[in-house]
C-alpha cells in the first residue's frame, strides 16, 4: 500500500521570503502522480501543483515550484516570495496511474504553514 | 471549465437523526465521484467512491451511505447519526481524460455537527 508523510506538523514563514514543504512517499509503482493540495481557513481543498512521475522535469505554478526526486521517493513544495494569503494547511497527496478506473489518492498528514506579516 | 458544489455547506442535526448531503457536478460526463471526511486537525479519509450511476464502493464500514442516482449526482446519507459522525465532508470528482485528467478535484465542502 501507497503511504504519504509530512513530516513537519507546521512551519511558519515570514512574508517575501520562501519556504520548503517536504513529503516523502513509499510505493512500488513506477507510474503516479503526485500532487500538492493547499487549504486555507475556509477549508476548500484548492490544487496547487501536480507532476507526473514519468516526467523529470520539477513542476512550476507561478510562485509554487516542486524538487521531485524519483529515486528518493521525495516531493517537496517550494513557496517563493510568501504572501499572507499562502496561510493555510498543505497536502501532499499521491495517486496510481492505474488501468483500473478507479484512482485511490492518498493523502498525507499535512503540514500547518502560517506566514508572518 | 468543470464545477462541483455541495451542500449544505453547514448543518447542525441532534444524534439519531437522518443525513443526506448532496453534491453535483457540471461540465463533464462520468466522472469518478468521492466523498471524503476529515476530522478536525487530520487528513483526509475515503469514504465512499463511485465509477458510475448505481456503482458505489465503501472503503469505511460506518453508519453512512452514498448514492449516485445520476451521472453527476452524489449523495452521502445516513438513517440515524452518531457523535462520532461529525466532521468536514469534501465530495470530490475526476475523469481521465484531457488536461485535468487523473487529478482529484473537491468541493466547497460541508460541515456536520452532531449534538
Known amino acids: 500500500a501507497q503511504t504519504v508523510t509530512q513530516s513537519q506538523p507546521e512551519m511558519s514563514v515570514q512574508e517575501a521570503e520562501t519556504v520548503t514543504l517536504s513529503c516523502t512517499y513509499d510505493t512500488s509503482e513506477n507510474n503516479y502522480y503526485l500532487f500538492w493540495y493547499k487549504q486555507p481557513p475556509s477549508r476548500q481543498m484548492i490544487l496547487v501543483i501536480r507532476?507526473?512521475?514519468?516526467?523529470?522535469q520539477n513542476a512550476t505554478e507561478n510562485r509554487f515550484s516542486v524538487n521531485f526526486q524519483k529515486a528518493a521517493k521525495s516531493f517537496s513544495l517550494k513557496i517563493s516570495d510568501s504572501q499572507l494569503g499562502d496561510t493555510a494547511m498543505y497536502f501532499c497527496?499521491?495517486?496510481?496511474?492505474?488501468?483500473?478506473?478507479?484512482?485511490?489518492?492518498?493523502f498525507g498528514a499535512g503540514t500547518r504553514l502560517t506566514v508572518k506579516p | 471549465s468543470q464545477t462541483i458544489h455541495q451542500w449544505p455547506a453547514t448543518l447542525v442535526q441532534p444524534v439519531g437523526s437522518p443525513l443526506s448531503l448532496e453534491c453535483t457536478v457540471e461540465?463533464?460526463?462520468?466522472?469518478?465521484l468521492y466523498w471524503y471526511r476529515q476530522a478536525a486537525g487530520r487528513g483526509l479519509q475515503l469514504l465512499f467512491y463511485?465509477?458510475?450511476?448505481?456503482?458505489i464502493s465503501s472503503e469505511v464500514p460506518q453508519n453512512l451511505s452514498a448514492s449516485r442516482p445520476q451521472d453527476r449526482q452524489f449523495i452521502l446519507s445516513s438513517k440515524k447519526l452518531l457523535l462520532s459522525d461529525s466532521g468536514f465532508y469534501l465530495c470530490?470528482?475526476?475523469?481521465?481524460?484531457?488536461?485535468?485528467?487523473?487529478?482529484?478535484?473537491f468541493g466547497e465542502g460541508s460541515w456536520l455537527t452532531v449534538v
Open positions: 470530490a470528482w475526476s475523469n481521465y481524460t484531457g488536461r485535468s485528467g487523473n487529478t482529484i478535484y
Open positions: 497527496a499521491f495517486m496510481k496511474q492505474d488501468k483500473r478506473r478507479f484512482n485511490d489518492m492518498r
Open positions: 507532476q507526473e512521475a514519468y516526467k523529470q
Open positions: 463511485s465509477v458510475g450511476i448505481g456503482q
Open positions: 461540465g463533464t460526463s462520468n466522472p469518478n
